[in-house]
């Protein structure tokens, strides 16, 4: 696979995992045809460690743990792959199977069922950067001189 086209897939497996399970049993419906993914793994829950570095310290530390669902599936010729934060098991195995079927149609075609997830995704941020921007307060501070 071209890095051009990891980089497109790696987009759109964003795309699902931060997507509505609802958004994406309605895609799943439109697009399925009868199809029937052949499991793999999954899907299934479990627990991720969060890690992560305090700035300039080239040492790690623990952060934290999260839920974690994965799923892959297989149709046809391609392989789909799930990993999300959460336990949601059918959210899963629908970004799984929607990841095996975007590998294999035209970039036009997959754009157009990304389109709408994407625009949902963007008016949800909106939403809350406005939400945020109503309650944001502003701190200011003055300079002293140290004179006495």
Known sequence: MSRMAQQERTQWL???SRADCAWLEQLWLQLEQHLQPRMLA???T???RLTTQASGSPVGFQFGEATC???VVEIGLHRGYAVQLGS???KAQLSACLDALFQGMAPTERAACLEPISLRLAEQQAERERLVAATRVHFYTTKTSGAS
């Open 42 to 44: 999954g899907p299934e």
């Open 14 to 16: 964003g795309l699902l």
């Open 88 to 90: 949601d098991l059918r």
């Open 46 to 48: 479990g627990m991720l």
């Open 69 to 71: 669902s994965r799923c």
